[in-house]
């Protein structure tokens, strides 16, 4: 399903109003027809009080339509028009002149602001169809005072195409948003809902068909983002051959360890494990193998010689890489003087196998990344926004500013696949984008990004291409989290309860592909 910008969806919509021949008006009428359907299944009883806030412009227009099919179906909402009908136009002012023809209640905010605020507070449902996609600074008044009424209050709130005061393109809202229980986005879902405070204030996102398909962006020749969806999962996700053996699925290695860092390369191996590789190998420093040995049942292990608790360097030849797949490095690596000319080894002693590269061994192939360039097989980075701040020379508020710019551009600039961690994590190619709409904050635990990345390693170990590894880890990694959240509570979720969930979900995503 692909994302869209404000100009990008206005364009859209007027190819098809211009080549495809469906009138806005009729767009107009699909739109508030899908809110109102979503209403009536919801809320069935037809005494329901409904409050229906009303703007200038086209989202306006979609709450007349609202309004007059809920009408129609034996309800009574109390539209609210909170601009002076003059400053209507278009296809708004079409559907404002359909809902005074047909003689249907309306309320004006000449009415006072008190007796809305007392609608309000006496509704079930409140419908925000006031500012829409246009805005991209502050509200102003009177939308800004409505808003912050409809926030006070208890009822069931939708939003119309976005939350009012939610910039759709950036995700930012300057001063106030409405915080809806459920967004009806139509077409496409909008890129603001994913970045900055979007995740916060969309509440349950439902997009809804309008007519206008994901092809008429192909036919202008937009290069959009998608998101990561269950469906785009498993059509990625590997077949499993019915009489295959171990070596049939694939060999991951991950590299890693310290001495203050045990656990994470295990969560690693046996995330890789556990989402299918047929083999594992964890090769860690020799000083810890007696630590990792009592907690593995899984991965087989290869000690390598260490220095002060970490990889001295040596040991690093050809033979350790002999019928592996994919390499995983860094999971719990640690920073340490070599670090950069050890990994520089392991990435000249292989050929062209699937590379990620994770935690601090981004931080020792920051001045390596030319090399990262000129690799002849796939690399896959996976930082947090910390990691990628320090990639790129810049802040972390600079990277949660534009998650998605700094990815795409990082990408491109170096030929690289990049995880960009995170609430809504972003899957940049060197060609293409995806953001993850999915995960919440049980997976806000240390050890949790190196599951995801024994994740990635057993997919590419299993012979998918690494955009196609990428999506099903993160969607996988994700979803594991809410459902071990939904059975541990939010707060007591650990990297193991998100592994054993993996299993689940991949047993059900089989069953689907």
């Known amino acids: 399903?692909?994302?869209?910008?404000?100009?990008?969806?206005?364009?859209?919509?007027?190819?098809?109003?211009?080549?495809?021949?469906i009138s806005g008006a009729v767009l107009m009428e699909i739109a508030g027809n899908q809110v109102a359907e979503e209403i009536i299944r919801s809320y069935p009883d037809r005494s329901a009080p409904i409050v229906i806030l009303i703007g200038s412009g086209n989202n306006g227009g979609d709450g007349f339509v609202i309004a007059r099919r809920l009408s129609d179906a034996g309800y009574t909402p109390a539209p609210w028009l909170l601009v002076d009908p003059g400053k209507l136009k278009g296809d708004a002012l079409v559907q404002y002149r359909i809902h005074t023809a047909r003689e249907l209640p309306l309320h004006s905010v000449e009415e006072g602001l008190g007796r809305l605020d007392a609608a309000l507070a006496s509704s079930d449902v409140i419908v925000d169809a006031m500012l829409g996609t246009g805005i991209s600074g502050a509200v102003r008044a009177p939308f800004d005072h409505v808003i912050d009424r409809v926030n006070s209050h208890a009822a069931h709130v939708y939003a119309v195409d976005l939350p009012s005061g939610l910039d759709c393109d950036t995700g930012r809202v300057k001063n106030v948003a409405v915080r809806a229980d459920e967004t009806i986005t139509f077409a496409f879902p909008k890129l603001g809902f994913f970045t900055q405070d979007g995740p916060s204030v969309i509440g349950r996102l439902a997009v809804k068909d309008i007519s206008v398909p994901g092809t008429l962006a192909d036919r202008i020749g937009m290069k959009l983002p998608e998101l990561v969806t269950e469906q785009l999962a498993v059509q990625a996700l590997p077949g499993r051959a019915e009489f295959g053996h171990k070596g049939t699925f694939g060999h991951a290695l991950v590299i890693g360890g310290s001495r203050p860092f045990v656990g994470a390369p295990l969560y690693s191996a046996h995330a890789a494990y556990k989402t299918g590789a047929g083999l594992v190998t964890l090769a860690i420093p020799e000083g810890i193998y007696p630590a990792v040995a009592g907690q593995n049942q899984l991965a087989l292990l290869r000690s390598l010689p260490e220095a002060d608790g970490h990889f001295s360097g040596a040991g690093v030849e050809a033979e350790l890489f002999e019928k592996v797949n994919a390499v995983a490095i860094g999971p719990g690596l640690g920073r340490f003087d070599g670090g950069e000319a050890f990994i520089e080894e392991i990435?000249?002693?292989?050929?062209?196998?699937?590379?990620?590269?994770?935690?601090?061994?981004?931080?020792?192939?920051?001045g390596r990344l030319g090399l990262l360039a000129r690799y002849d097989g796939p690399v896959i980075l996976t930082p947090h926004p910390g990691e990628m701040a320090n990639l790129t020379d810049r802040t972390v508020a600079d990277i949660e500013a534009d998650r998605m710019g700094v990815a795409k551009d990082f990408a491109e600039k170096y030929q690289v696949n990049l995880v960009l961690k995170g609430h809504r994590t972003i899957i940049a190619t060197p060609e293409r984008l995806w953001v993850n709409p999915h995960g919440n904050d049980a997976l806000a635990k240390g050890g949790s990004g190196d599951v995801l990345t024994g994740m990635i390693a057993a997919f590419l170990a299993q012979g998918a291409?690494?955009?196609?590894?990428?999506?099903?880890a993160v969607y996988?990694?994700?979803?594991?989290?809410?459902?071990a959240a939904g059975t541990h509570s939010h707060y007591g979720v650990t990297p193991g309860d998100v592994i054993e969930a993996a299993k689940g979900i991949l047993k059900e995503m089989e069953e689907k592909k």
């Open 1 to 21: 399903m692909k994302i869209v910008k404000r100009d990008e969806m206005r364009a859209i919509e007027q190819f098809a109003i211009d080549e495809v021949g």
């Open 347 to 366: 990435i000249r002693q292989l050929d062209g196998q699937p590379i990620i590269i994770d935690a601090d061994g981004l931080h020792h192939v920051k």
């Open 465 to 472: 291409e690494a955009a196609e590894a990428m999506q099903i």
């Open 476 to 483: 996988l990694h994700a979803t594991a989290g809410e459902r």
